[in-house]
Each structure stands twice: as structure tokens, then as C-alpha cells.
């Protein structure tokens, strides 16, 4: 019993250091710096690009990137690790190939006479020589073809989408041996009853919750395993980025109006027992209730999940900024106190999302007692 013990706590203490190791991936280090003098850079801007880029998304998958020394100019050279990704555009007709043609936006891909560089994580079609025009305000102005490419978000929701298959397969298999899941069934069938039991049934009833379970469980899972993925060393960042928040608010969204019965729609355009003047000054402001729900979901998710990566690299920053024994041993404390918080929002917020998008159906399929 005590090294079973003893196994558990090393278990979780690696878990919640995992954090602690994301800020040794730089994949994003040198394509946040090579557009800029790095000499002219102070570490804290340094530091900022290097936050700002792992925020976004990517068209490589990078383990760890290493400086290997200086070329003849006195350029940085870097050896990176990881894989390259599709790249899909549109540009007069589909065009696919590797983003290692781009070598980490170093060199320009060129493909059936057409020239695009990677600049900033973006795709812009240019010249054989790389020429990037400003306008005014130093925004490109070079044309984009429309990317559809397999980015490093995208690869982690496929994973996740797989993974998913796996134990929920797996948790089904288990139902048609016996009343008693094995397996990692053990550990999905007590969060499973959580969703329907503490979220579905209580917000939607029981006579209407069955047809939207697979929905909540859907959303459940999907954004807290991406939640804990984005605690990992990867470098993934996927509910932290607004596209993806939006998309899983605009599922709700759908699936509430969808859903609505005739009760929920009155109840909007024509409220019953309420003066007309009134009715009609109604309308708009319901109407608006109607799009301010999702963008609550969208903004809520992103904001926390984001806020929650800035807090644990930035505090890491600290510890290379100081560069002080004092502040290295207490700043890497207090990120791996962050760190064990982390875990509990990475489920907290796919318990909020699931419990609000649950209380968005259960309005629209409610029956109201208009007396």
C-alpha cells in the first residue's frame, strides 16, 4: 500500500511539472525574433515575443528547437525538432505540400511558378525574391491564399478526436461484457454519470436530457482533454485559441435554436402577458440575449484557458529575468502551485462550458407555464 502510495504522489508531482517543461520548448523562439534585431531586443521583449508566439497556432510541429552556433554573417543557426504539417491553399486551384519547404520560414516554397513565404505565421504569396510591401500602419499588403492547411491546433483536435474514439469505443465494448466497465472504462463511466447527473438531468429534465448527451459529452471531454494536452510540454494552445471557442460556441448555439420549441421562440417575438408596446420594445433586446450566450462561451473559455498560459510562462520569465538564487527557487514554487490550479481549471472549464451550453438547451426545450 505504501508504494502504491508513494507511485501515486510521483505520478502526480511529474504530472504538474509538466508545465515547468513547456517553457523549454522554443519551437516559435527564432521565428519570433528573426524578423527583428535580436541584439536591439531587451530579454523582456525577448520574452514577450516568445509568449505572444506560443499562443498561436503553427504550421510545424516542434518538439524543442537548438541553437547549433552562428553562420558567416553572424546569423543564428537553430537544429529543430519536431515534424512538418500539410499545407493546403487556394490559390487558382488546390495546392498542397509540406510546411518543411518553408524550413520554419527561412526559405520560400515555390510551386508551379508560384513563390509564398511563411512571415509571422502567416502565408503570403510573393516574388522569387521574398519581397513583403507595407502599408502605412506596417501590415503586409502581399496577397494571402486561402489556407486551409493542417496546422498544429488542428493535428491536436484529430488526436483528441481519435483518442476519443478509443475510450469511448473502448467504455461501450466494456457495457456489452457486463454491467462493470474495465479498463479505462473505470475511470470514464463515474465522469460520464457526472455529465448526466450533476449537469444534464438538472438543466434539461429528465424526460429531455438522453437526446443531448452525446452532445454534452462531446463538448465535456473534448475541451478538457485539449485543456490538459495544453499543459504538456507540445506547446498546444488549442481552446486558448478565439477560432476554436468560437466554433464549439457556435455548436451550442445551433443546437439550442435548433432544439427551441414553440414556448421558446413566443417567448422571444410575442411574450405572453405583457402589454404590446412593451412586446415589440422586447424583441431586440431578447434577440440580442439570444447571440450574447454564445459569446460568453467563446470569450470565457478562451480568456481563462489563455490567461492561464501567460501566467505560467511569464512566472517561469521571471526566474531567466531576475537570474537571482533567491527568485529562481521561489518563482519555480509558486508556478508549480499555478500549475496544480491549472489542472483543476483545465476541468473546470469544460464543466462550465458543458453546464451552460446545457442551460441554454434546457431553456429553449423547457415547457413554460404562461398562467
Known amino acids: 500500500m505504501a ?10 508531482v511529474l504530472f ?33 515575443k516568445f509568449i505572444e508566439h506560443h499562443l498561436k497556432d503553427s504550421h510545424d510541429f516542434n518538439f524543442i528547437t537548438e ?30 505540400f509540406m510546411s518543411s519547404k518553408f524550413h520554419h520560414g527561412e526559405t520560400l516554397a515555390e510551386l508551379n511558378g508560384a513563390f509564398y513565404k511563411l512571415y509571422h505565421g502567416i502565408i503570403y504569396k510573393t516574388d522569387a525574391q521574398g519581397t513583403i510591401s507595407y502599408d502605412d500602419h506596417d501590415h503586409p499588403t502581399n496577397d494571402r491564399p486561402l489556407d486551409m492547411s493542417i496546422t498544429k491546433n488542428v493535428t491536436m483536435m484529430l488526436f483528441t478526436l481519435a483518442l476519443m474514439f478509443v475510450l469511448f469505443g473502448g467504455l461501450a465494448r466494456g457495457y456489452k461484457k457486463g454491467p462493470i466497465p474495465t479498463g479505462a472504462g473505470r475511470v470514464l463511466e463515474p465522469l460520464v454519470l457526472y455529465v448526466r447527473d450533476e449537469i444534464a438531468i438538472p438543466n434539461i429534465g429528465k424526460k429531455k436530457y438522453k437526446r443531448f448527451m452525446p452532445f454534452l459529452l462531446s463538448v465535456f471531454f473534448f475541451i478538457w482533454i485539449l485543456n490538459l494536452l495544453g499543459l504538456t510540454p507540445l506547446g498546444v494552445n488549442v481552446t486558448g485559441n478565439i477560432a476554436i471557442t ?119 426545450v423547457a415547457d413554460h407555464d404562461d398562467h
Not at 552562428?70 to 519536431?82: L, P, T, V
Not at 517561469?316 to 519555480?332: D, E, H, Q
Open 16 to 48: 504538474v511539472s509538466l508545465p515547468l517543461l513547456g517553457f523549454a520548448y522554443s519551437g516559435e523562439v527564432k521565428d519570433a525574433v528573426q524578423h527583428e534585431q535580436a541584439d536591439e531586443l531587451t530579454s523582456k521583449q525577448k520574452i514577450k
Open 246 to 364: 468560437a466554433c464549439l460556441a457556435l455548436f451550442t448555439f445551433l443546437v439550442t435554436q435548433f432544439s427551441g420549441n414553440k414556448a421558446y421562440w413566443k417567448h422571444i417575438f410575442w411574450m405572453p402577458d405583457v402589454p404590446v408596446l412593451m412586446k415589440i420594445a422586447l424583441i431586440p433586446v431578447e434577440l440580442l440575449g439570444i447571440l450574447t450566450k454564445p459569446f460568453a462561451l467563446m470569450i470565457r473559455l478562451y480568456a481563462n484557458i489563455s490567461a492561464g498560459h501567460i501566467v505560467v510562462m511569464s512566472l517561469l520569465a521571471l526566474i531567466y529575468s531576475f537570474k537571482s538564487w533567491v527568485a529562481g527557487p521561489s518563482f519555480f514554487f509558486l508556478t508549480f502551485f499555478i500549475s496544480i490550479i491549472e489542472i483543476l481549471v483545465a476541468f473546470l472549464q469544460a464543466f462550465i462550458f458543458t453546464m451552460l451550453s446545457s442551460l441554454f438547451i434546457g431553456s429553449a
Open 67 to 96: 541553437k547549433t552556433g552562428e553562420d558567416s554573417h553572424g546569423e543564428a543557426q537553430y537544429k529543430h525538432y519536431g515534424f512538418s504539417l500539410p499545407i493546403i491553399l487556394w490559390d487558382n486551384g488546390v495546392k498542397v
Open 3 to 12: 508504494k502504491t502510495a508513494f507511485s501515486k504522489i510521483v505520478f502526480i
